[in-house]
């Protein structure tokens, strides 16, 4: 299956009896699939199917989706002016003036306030409407199916960058494993170094309780459990890449328990070796969970 990345934009456009239909969609990183809707007055009726068409295709990301109708010129509509309703508002501007010095009112201004200019609707049959809200809605899922593709194109490319960290976490993972600093003949020998600096002499040592302390520290510093965790949550992560899906929030939670590993990693490290490689790691991880953010 594909992956989808949680942005992306798309435009489409019709006509019908020669009304002109655009339909705008875009979307951005969500944690579930959220619906705004932006549509004229007196197409509220379209906002439950709209709505639960993108649902339909999304499963996570924040929506705007934005209709625009355009009527021919001269289609018959001629607006009129509630007269009674403006002159109400002419003295109440001239009070407002008188009273509180209050700038006066311009005709631009009144005509915008709503109820002044009525523009009456065009009288439809219901035929008519039921064919135009069918246009609309087969608009919308031009929109979607475009917002898919660049959802789509956008998530393949995530699916590589994603790919390319579980290899690098791989990596490091194996030379935290391969690290000679992590033997207890290598901790023997650097615990003796230390305690002969300390005494200025290596005479005297008990060889057999200098054994017991570097057995002991190399227990403590073990990061066995670690480095095995870490291979595992690579496997699932390449696993989830390929089965594809809505994967982004496993994908997070994988990216948790990365860092989980990554943290007890360095916390353990009796060598500088290892902390390097632990650093590196969280580095890596972070980027990885970044990413991750993107993917539905």
Do not use: Y
């Amino acid at each position: 299956m594909t992956l989808q990345s949680m942005t992306g934009f798309a435009r489409a456009n019709a006509e019908h009896d020669g009304i002109a239909i655009a339909w705008e969609v875009k979307s951005v990183n969500g944690k579930s699939a959220e619906v705004r809707m932006r549509l004229p007055p007196g197409f509220d009726r379209l906002e439950l199917p709209a709505r639960q068409a993108i649902q339909k295709r999304f499963a996570r990301g924040n929506f705007q989706a934005n209709l625009t109708i355009t009527r021919p010129a001269g289609a018959g509509v001629q607006p009129s002016i509630n007269e009674a309703f403006l002159r109400d508002l002419a003295v109440l501007a001239k009070r407002m003036q008188d009273d509180f010095g209050a700038a006066p009112p311009s005709v631009d201004g009144l005509l915008a306030l709503r109820g002044v200019l009525e523009l009456p609707e065009t009288v439809e049959t219901p035929e008519a409407r039921a064919a135009l809200d069918a246009t609309i809605q087969q608009t919308l899922e031009a929109a979607l199916s475009q917002l898919q593709q660049a959802r789509c194109e956008e998530g393949e490319a995530l699916r590589k960058v994603l790919g390319g960290h579980l290899d690098r976490i791989e990596e490091l993972t194996l030379q935290a494993e391969a690290e000679p600093s992590r033997e207890v003949d290598v901790i023997r020998a650097r615990l003796a170094d230390q305690v002969s600096l300390l005494l200025n002499s290596a005479a005297g040592f008990d060889e057999a309780r200098l054994h017991q302390e570097a057995a002991l520290l190399a227990t403590k510093a073990d990061i066995r459990e670690e480095i095995d965790r870490l291979k595992t949550h690579v496997a699932s992560g390449r696993s989830l890449l390929v089965s594809g899906g809505a994967i982004g929030r496993k994908l997070d939670f994988l990216a948790q328990e990365f860092n989980r590993e990554s943290n007890t990693l360095c916390s353990k490290s009796n060598a500088a070796s290892i902390t390097a490689i632990g650093l590196e790691l969280k580095a890596v991880i972070d980027q990885f969970r970044e990413q991750v953010q993107n993917l539905e």
